[in-house]
């Protein structure tokens, strides 16, 4: 079975400064990959995905993440953060074997973003 | 485009009670699953729903049970409701084209189960 870790349950940060959210998975298969952000009671929106390809994903909102298969890691980063991005952020995972069986989501227990001005 | 909607945005039943909450899927999308979110914790995996029939199932007893309709709505019962139940209720739909399908998340049902 799939799981997902997310390290910090709490992320403060100053606006204008970077943030890091870290992800690490665990799958004996190949997956999917992505982040979504879920605005106070709201549901969640898809920041950004990693199917194939290039190990760096750009999202929306001036996200980013990079895959990285050896360490099992998807983090994500923001060069410069605004109030707005004050939310809660969550890692998922799709095992690519189950695609057809429509991509279920195992997701981590997620990370809180405060920014602060 | 419409998107996903879901009612009720808010509910509360008394312990042992039964629940149904619905779900409208977005316009083109066949498939929709459904996820538990208890405060805090990220969302669970209930089940998953494609043109009418179950189509995998998370770690969530029977009493959990759904529907989805012809026009690919669907419903997700909870009987004898338990004070765990209480959580956010997210639906999610897509559609099935390609390798890959993107779900897109309604805003959830919050429900407090007393």
């Known amino acids: 079975a799939q799981s997902v870790t997310q390290l910090d349950s709490q992320v403060p940060v100053f606006e204008e400064a970077p943030v890091e959210l870290r992800c690490n998975y665990s799958?004996?298969?190949?997956?999917?990959l992505f982040w979504y952000v879920q605005y106070p009671n709201q549901g969640l929106q898809l920041l950004l995905k990693?199917?194939?390809?290039?190990?760096l994903v750009k999202g929306i909102n001036g996200f980013e993440a990079e895959f990285n298969k050896s360490q099992t890691s998807f983090h994500l980063r923001k060069p410069s953060v605004h109030i707005s991005d004050t939310a809660e952020y969550f890692c998922?995972?799709?095992?690519?074997?189950?695609?057809?069986?429509?991509?279920?989501?195992?997701f981590g227990g997620g990370t809180r973003v405060l920014v602060k001005p | 485009e419409t998107g996903v909607t879901q009612s009720p945005t808010h509910l509360i039943k008394t312990r042992g009670q039964q629940v149904t909450l619905r779900c409208s899927s977005q316009s083109g999308h066949n498939t929709v699953s459904w996820y538990q979110q208890a405060l805090g914790q990220g969302p669970q995996f209930i089940f998953q729903?494609?043109?009418?029939?179950?189509?995998g199932r998370g770690n969530f007893p029977p009493r959990f049970s759904g529907l989805q309709f012809p026009n690919y709505s669907s419903e997700l019962n909870v009987n004898a409701l338990e004070l765990d139940d209480s959580a956010l209720y997210l639906c999610a739909s897509s559609s099935r084209q390609g390798a890959f399908y993107e779900q897109y998340f309604g805003p959830g049902t919050r429900l407090t189960v007393t």
């Open positions: 729903y494609y043109r009418e029939e179950e189509n």
């Open positions: 799958s004996s298969v190949s997956v999917y």
């Open positions: 998922a995972v799709s095992l690519l074997a189950l695609k057809a069986a429509g991509n279920k989501l195992t």
């Open positions: 990693y199917l194939s390809g290039s190990t």
